[in-house]
């Protein structure tokens, strides 16, 4: 089993994603998850969590009806770590998959997946369209109208909250500074 860099990581991303909106999304992600591994105490495996954060989504522009599934597949071809294969199916817990996210890692992937975009939409109308000065309400009055970012699942935000044992503001709160620290809009 050879050892993922992030350059692979990336070149395996683009062979199965084009559309810029998923590649920014990607990076979002891979940025928020460094973040939390050097928050949480895991700064030895920053690497390894921003390249989970990276490949989460690989299946998702080619196969949107297998997500999750289907990446899985491609991985194990390719010969990555086992334990990247497992982290990114699981922020498909009870969606696609029913690998249930155990580890912090997993448990923080699927928190910030879904909040990540929709962060990203409410920085989008501000006028800076910049998460700078985002605060935690604006994020919360936009969360409440189900119509506003409807793609970003609410349920599996609460859920990754709760598999984390943190409060819903509090997640938000760290989220936003994670996009913050990589000056990121998903």
Not at 39 to 58: A, C, M, R, T
Not at 157 to 167: C, S, V
Request: charged share 30%.
């Amino acid at each position: 089993m050879s050892t993922l860099t992030r350059e692979k990581a990336w070149e395996l991303l683009t062979e199965y994603n084009k559309d810029a909106f998923h590649l920014k999304h990607a990076q979002v992600v891979e940025g928020v998850m460094r973040y939390f591994a050097r928050q949480l105490g895991y700064s030895e495996e920053e690497d390894f969590w921003g390249i989970v954060g990276l490949l989460h989504d690989l299946d998702f522009e080619q196969y949107p009806e297998e997500h999750c599934i289907k990446q899985q597949e491609i991985m194990k071809e390719r010969g990555i770590d086992p334990r990247i294969i497992r982290a990114t199916a699981s922020h498909g817990y009870a969606l696609t998959v029913d690998i249930r996210p155990e580890h912090q890692m997993e448990k923080v992937l699927y928190a910030v997946d879904e909040l990540t975009g929709l962060i990203g939409a409410v920085a989008l109308m501000r006028p800076s369209k910049s998460v700078s000065e985002l605060e935690v309400k604006s994020v919360k009055k936009k969360y409440k109208t189900s119509s506003f970012a409807a793609g970003c699942s609410r349920e599996v935000i609460e859920r990754g909250a709760e598999l984390l044992g943190w409060e819903l503001d509090y997640l938000i709160q760290q989220t936003i500074l994670a996009m913050r620290e990589c000056d990121a809009v998903d």
